[in-house]
C-alpha cells in the first residue's frame, strides 16, 4: 500500500515537471491604451514560444490580429523563462464593446471583453488611480475586479510597485501578480508607472512585462497618451534613485518631459486638451514618517521636477510609494495657493497633489508624521482612488476605502476655468 502510495506521488511530480516543459496556454492577460481610441494592445504571456494571435469581434470574435513574443528570463539562479506576447488591435471603433480571446492554436485564453475608449474630448473618462499593491495582502483588488467587469470605469492608472516583489521566488511571484489582476486588466487598459520595487535585474520585469505607448523607444520608463479631455503623463522617479540609471537616462527622461510638456501647450493642443496630468511614483511632497521619503528624497525631486511642472502649468500630480491616501492644497515651493478660503480647488494657482499607495501590499499601511501646512486630508485606511475628468473645467476626485466597504472617505473637485501657465497669474 505505501510503495502504491509512493509510485503514485513520482507518477504525479513527474507529470507535472513534463507538463511544465510544454505549455502553450495564454496566462497573465492584459491591456493597455495607445492613446488612439481606434487600438488596444493585448498582452499575455506563454511559458513556451507559440503564436501570437488576438481572436476578436462585436459578439463574436471573428476577426484576427497578429503580433509578436519576446522571451524574458528572469536574473534568478532558476532562469525562469516565458515568452511575453503582444497584438496591437486596429480599426476599432470607439465607445464599442468587444469580445476577444488571444492565443494561438496550441492553446487559447477565456474569451474576454473590452469597450474600446471614445473618441473625442467631449466625454468624461473614469479612471482608478493607486500604487503600491502586492500579491499578498492585495485588499482593493475584489472591488476593483467587480468594477472592471461591470465597466464602472474606462482604465487603471497603477502608480508604481506591483507584486512586491516580480521577482521574487525568481519570478514566480510576478507570474502569480500578474494572474491575480488578470480579472481587472483583461477588460480595462491597465496603465502603469515605475516604482523603487520594479528595482531588480535593472527594472528588467517591470520593463519587459507591461506594453505602454512608446514601449519601443524606452521600455515604459515614460510616454504620455490622450484621454478625452487630458493628457497624461508617466514618468519615472526612479531614474534620480538607483545607479542603474545613467545621467544620460535622467537627461534624457528631462528633454523628453520638456518637449512633451511643450507640445501640449501649444494653443491648439491645450485648447483641445485643456487638463495636464502626470503621474510618477515618489511623491514631491509628503508627510509619513518613512526613512527620509518626505525629507531628502522629496526635496531633491522638487529640485528636478517641480519647476517645470509649474512652468508648464501641469494641473494634477498623482503619486504613490507612501501607503496611505494625502489629498494636499494647491501648492508650488512649499507654499499653500489656494483659489480662495471658501473654495480652495475653485482656480487654484498651483498644481495639485494626490498620493494613492494604499491598495495593500505585505509592507502594510505607512504612519503620518505632524501635518505640514500643504495637507488637505490623509488617511492610512487601503483603498484607491477614483477620478472621473468631468469636463474642459471640472474634474472630480473621491477616495474610496476598502476598510469601510467601499465608503467614499474623501472628495473635492477640482475647477480650473483657465488651465496653462496663465492659471497662476
Given amino acids: 500500500m505505501v510503495g502504491v502510495t509512493f509510485q503514485a506521488c513520482i507518477a504525479f511530480l513527474f507529470f507535472i515537471v513534463t507538463s511544465a516543459e510544454v505549455w502553450y496556454q495564454p496566462e497573465q492577460i492584459h491591456l493597455s491604451a495607445t492613446g488612439h481610441p481606434t487600438e488596444m494592445i493585448v498582452t499575455w504571456s506563454t511559458f513556451n514560444d507559440t503564436g501570437s494571435h488576438v481572436q476578436f469581434g462585436v459578439t463574436v470574435a471573428k476577426y484576427?490580429?497578429?503580433g509578436s513574443s519576446t522571451?524574458?528570463?528572469d536574473g534568478g539562479p532558476e532562469k525562469h523563462t516565458q515568452f511575453i506576447h503582444r497584438v496591437k488591435?486596429?480599426?476599432?471603433?470607439?465607445?464599442?464593446?468587444?469580445?476577444?480571446r488571444c492565443g494561438s492554436n496550441k492553446g487559447w485564453s477565456s474569451l474576454f471583453?473590452?469597450?474600446?475608449?471614445?473618441?473625442?474630448?467631449?466625454?468624461?473618462?473614469?479612471?482608478?488611480?493607486?500604487?503600491?499593491?502586492?500579491?499578498?495582502n492585495a485588499q482593493s483588488l475584489g472591488r476593483l475586479q467587480i468594477g472592471a467587469q461591470k465597466g464602472s470605469f474606462d482604465a487603471i492608472l497603477h502608480v508604481g510597485d506591483f507584486a512586491y516583489d516580480f521577482n521574487n521566488n525568481n519570478g514566480h511571484v510576478g507570474d502569480d501578480f500578474m494572474r491575480q489582476i488578470e480579472p481587472v486588466a483583461a477588460y480595462v487598459p491597465y496603465m502603469t508607472a515605475v516604482g523603487n520595487h520594479e528595482f531588480a535585474y535593472n527594472f528588467s520585469h517591470y520593463k519587459n512585462r507591461f506594453t505602454m505607448p512608446m514601449y519601443e523607444d524606452n521600455q515604459n520608463l515614460w510616454y504620455s497618451w490622450n484621454l478625452g479631455s487630458a493628457h497624461i503623463i508617466s514618468f519615472s522617479t526612479e531614474v534620480y534613485f538607483f545607479p542603474q540609471f545613467s545621467k544620460e537616462t535622467q537627461?534624457?527622461?528631462?528633454?523628453?518631459?520638456?518637449?512633451?510638456?511643450q507640445e501640449a501647450n501649444e494653443p491648439k493642443n491645450r485648447a483641445e486638451r485643456p487638463w495636464i496630468i502626470t503621474m510618477g511614483h515618489r511623491p514631491l511632497y509628503c508627510s509619513d514618517t518613512d526613512d527620509k521619503d518626505c525629507t531628502v528624497d522629496s526635496a531633491s525631486l522638487r529640485l528636478v521636477l517641480e519647476d517645470m511642472f509649474y512652468k508648464y502649468g501641469v494641473d494634477l500630480e498623482l503619486w504613490a510609494h507612501e501607503h496611505d491616501y494625502e489629498r494636499l492644497w494647491p501648492v508650488y515651493n512649499k507654499k499653500v495657493y489656494n483659489g480662495s478660503k471658501e473654495a480652495p480647488y475653485t482656480n487654484p494657482?498651483?498644481?495639485?497633489?494626490?498620493?494613492?499607495?494604499?491598495?495593500?501590499?505585505?509592507?502594510?499601511?505607512?504612519?503620518?508624521?505632524?501635518?505640514?501646512?500643504?495637507?488637505?486630508?490623509?488617511?492610512?485606511?487601503?483603498?484607491?482612488?477614483?477620478?472621473?475628468?468631468v469636463n474642459r473645467t471640472h474634474l472630480s476626485i473621491k477616495q474610496i476605502s476598502?476598510?469601510?466597504d467601499g465608503k467614499v472617505v474623501d472628495k473635492f473637485t477640482l475647477i480650473k476655468d483657465v488651465h496653462g501657465p496663465d492659471a497662476w497669474k
Avoid at 537627461?251 to 510638456?261: T, V
Avoid at 494626490?354 to 501646512?373: D, L, M, N, V, Y
Wanted: charged share 25%.
Fill in 64 to 66: 484576427t490580429s497578429s
Fill in 71 to 73: 522571451k524574458f528570463v
Fill in 89 to 100: 488591435l486596429t480599426k476599432l471603433k470607439p465607445g464599442t464593446k468587444y469580445v476577444y
Fill in 113 to 136: 471583453f473590452f469597450t474600446a475608449l471614445r473618441d473625442g474630448t467631449d466625454w468624461s473618462p473614469r479612471l482608478v488611480i493607486y500604487g503600491d499593491m502586492g500579491n499578498e
Fill in 251 to 261: 537627461s534624457n527622461q528631462l528633454k523628453w518631459l520638456e518637449a512633451d510638456l
Fill in 349 to 389: 494657482k498651483a498644481p495639485v497633489h494626490i498620493i494613492t499607495g494604499s491598495a495593500g501590499c505585505k509592507e502594510k499601511h505607512s504612519q503620518f508624521a505632524s501635518t505640514r501646512p500643504w495637507d488637505a486630508f490623509r488617511t492610512t485606511d487601503y483603498g484607491f482612488t477614483f477620478m472621473e475628468i
Fill in 402 to 404: 476598502d476598510e469601510k
